[in-house]
């Protein structure tokens, strides 16, 4: 059992398996989507022969990530490198929470497109899950939530596992 307990103290006190982990971690949070819906993949051109109110939603998308990813880089280079080195000078660890941030922000951001404009992006692509509106909106409820969840879970075991 002490053996056990010594190889976990080294993993979590290890920043590269940590950094690692983190990654692994917010996996749910990058592509909840592409989890949860199983609908067809289209492109702007398809979604007006649908339904007029699609036009332009390309553009509206781009704008959006611009403002999404400016908040969250400007979050991730002002106020967290804060957090960061109060963290070191603390705990004498790096503050990984950090990236679950950047990965949950972007999910959070891509579902309340998905909640205003009914379809769900598909990132760089510029592509659209297209469903049933409360399908794409349950899906993106879910995704706020697991997304929020990932955050303060990582949070949480940081301030818990910092003590080892």
Sequence with gaps: MEKASNIFRVLINNND??????????????????IRLRSKVLSEEDLVEIDPKFKGIKSEYTAFGLFAIVVLLFLLTVVFPRFASWAMKTYERRFDPMLIF???????????FALRKGVYPMGKMLTFRYDD?????????????????????????FFVFAQF
């Design 133 to 157: 509106e409360k399908v794409i909106r349950r899906v993106a409820k879910e995704h706020i939530l697991v997304s929020l969840v990932l955050f303060a879970g990582s949070v949480l075991f």
């Design 17 to 34: 398996f940590m950094l690692f982990f983190w990654f692994f971690f917010s996996i749910p949070s990058m592509f909840w989507e592409s």
């Design 102 to 112: 950047f990965f949950s922000g972007y999910g959070i951001y891509q579902a309340i």
